[in-house]
């Protein structure tokens, strides 16, 4: 995917003028936000349970690099083969080069973020492979040449009848008069096509939730059962992975799988969780030949050891997302990346460079609910502000901001000035909004009042409140 971060201003204004977004969006909040709140309420360890994983998460990041060579030993051991890739382009050659050892034509892909990072199904497609998606959100994006919005809803951007149009445009042997209005008839032509491309395909390629380094096996968690079809039909089994997914034991996975189902979709655990060992032993009655892992790193290692690395935590279940005011306003696609939301604008300046990404961080209210629902409680507004400080030192950020900024920053330390100042702007303020109690239009404000009316000031200042002994807000202020 061609990153388009740079353009999120452009992006997020087209997005708001789309109708059919806004309809598909407002599906969000009551599916996700309320089955998560009641899976959490019928756990009372839950805030337990997230300090041991991000304890648990925490200690990998610290000995990442022993971690990654043990469970490299524990998969060769089991007769497997693990490939480092430290570029997208490292990674793709990788799969590519397993495809034509293997002699395949066709192949089927379970649902990845990292393969959408580095590109992969548009490379293999270009070098003559018929790869299909398989889970089902991911084929409908395949069919629309469209990049996921979302990252375990990646078509959550879509209203149904879009979905239908695709699928008449796609299935074209089909009775154009099929009905194809409820969600039922959509999954059930969907599994009939899919079916035939499971059966055929030489090689499948899934992502994996976690890499386990004690034994050497991959995790994958799904609810439509397509990652176990493309990881035990086909011959050649590879697993993508990025680094950070490895975790130490089997008990660390366990810890972390009653975090992750619940903060994702609010299930107490998903439909499937598939643990991968090796290839088909002698006896085994069905599995893959070959198994093989492609490590990627894509630029996660550079932020070890930086104010960044806790977002390296995430373990993509999407709870951020789901309760940002921002996403549910633009969606995926302004972010102009894989990653969208709070991680994507935690991750992305990290992976791209502050010239491509940065807007994202900026894209943040600092409301703070992506960090208060993350289950592996990664400061996401911290690493944003990070993010913002970087962009204001290396002067990436508009001249009219830097030097606005500035003029505050003059004032603030002259307390006895910005006191007086603040006070005859609440003034000033306050009688040109007397009449409606609000402004409707104020200069250099602009990027507030053209979407929403600013409240008029109607007392006093907090510092003139404090001097005379009183709590703002208290019974009696005006406010």
Same mark, same amino acid.
């Given at each position: 995917?061609? @990153?388009? #971060? ?157 979905? #239908? ?116 032993? @002698? ?41 940002? @005011? ?71 950020? @508009? ?81």
């Amino acid at each position: 995917m061609q @990153p388009t #971060a740079h353009a999120f201003p452009e992006n997020a204004r087209a997005a708001l003028a789309d109708a059919r977004l806004r309809k598909a969006l407002g599906t969000m909040k009551s599916g996700f936000q309320g089955n998560r709140a009641a899976a959490i309420a019928r756990m009372p360890e839950w805030e337990e349970l997230r300090e041991e994983g991000r304890r648990i998460k925490d200690h990998v990041l610290a000995h990442l690099d022993v971690y990654l060579e043990r469970f490299e030993a524990r998969v060769v051991a089991n007769g497997g083969h693990v490939h480092w890739a430290r570029t997208a382009a490292e990674a793709r050659e990788a799969v590519l080069a397993i495809c034509r050892q293997a002699g395949a034509r066709s192949v089927t892909k379970g649902k990845s973020m990292v393969t959408e990072e580095i590109g992969l199904t548009p490379f293999l497609e270009q070098h003559g492979l018929q790869t299909v998606e398989t889970d089902l959100g991911e084929y409908i994006i395949q069919l629309r040449r469209e990049p996921p919005s979302h990252i375990i809803a990646p078509a959550v951007h879509l209203t149904r009848d879009q979905v #239908a149009e695709s699928f008449r445009r796609a299935h074209g042997g089909l009775d154009p008069g099929r009905p194809l209005e409820e969600a039922r008839d959509l999954t059930d032509e969907a599994r009939a096509v899919l079916r035939r491309k499971f059966l055929e395909a030489d090689v499948g390629i899934t992502g994996a939730n976690f890499l386990v380094a004690e034994t050497g096996s991959t995790v994958i968690v799904t609810n439509e059962g397509n990652g176990d079809l493309t990881q035990s039909l086909p011959r050649v089994h590879v697993v993508v992975a990025s680094l950070e997914k490895v975790v130490p034991t089997l008990e660390d996975v366990s810890t972390i799988l009653r975090l992750l189902a619940r903060s994702a979709t609010g299930q107490e655990f998903t439909s499937y969780t598939t643990f991968s060992t090796g290839p088909r032993r @002698p006896g085994d009655p069905d599995g893959p030949e070959e198994f093989h892992v492609v490590l990627v790193d894509n630029g996660r290692s550079a932020l070890l050891g930086t104010e960044s690395q806790e977002v390296l935590r995430c373990i993509r279940c999407s709870a951020c997302i789901n309760h940002c @005011p921002i996403y549910a306003a633009v969606g995926g696609h302004a972010y102009g990346w894989i990653v969208p939301g709070p991680i994507g604008a935690a991750l992305t300046p990290g992976l791209l460079g502050l010239e491509e990404a940065r807007h994202l961080p900026n894209a943040s209210t600092f409301c703070g609910r992506c960090e208060a629902v993350c289950p592996m409680k990664i400061p996401l507004p911290k690493i944003m502000r990070h993010w913002r400080e970087k962009e204001h030192a290396a002067a990436l950020s @508009p001249t009219s901001y830097r030097y606005g900024l500035g003029a505050w920053a003059w004032l603030a330390r002259r307390p006895s000035l910005y006191r007086t100042g603040a006070a005859l702007a609440a003034r000033l303020l306050g009688r040109l909004g007397r009449d409606r109690g609000r402004l409707v239009r104020l200069p250099f404000a602009g990027g507030w009042t053209d979407w929403r009316d600013l409240p008029a000031p109607e007392g006093k200042t907090f510092f003139q409140l404090y001097a005379e002994g009183r709590r703002p807000n208290s019974p009696g202020d005006v406010r």
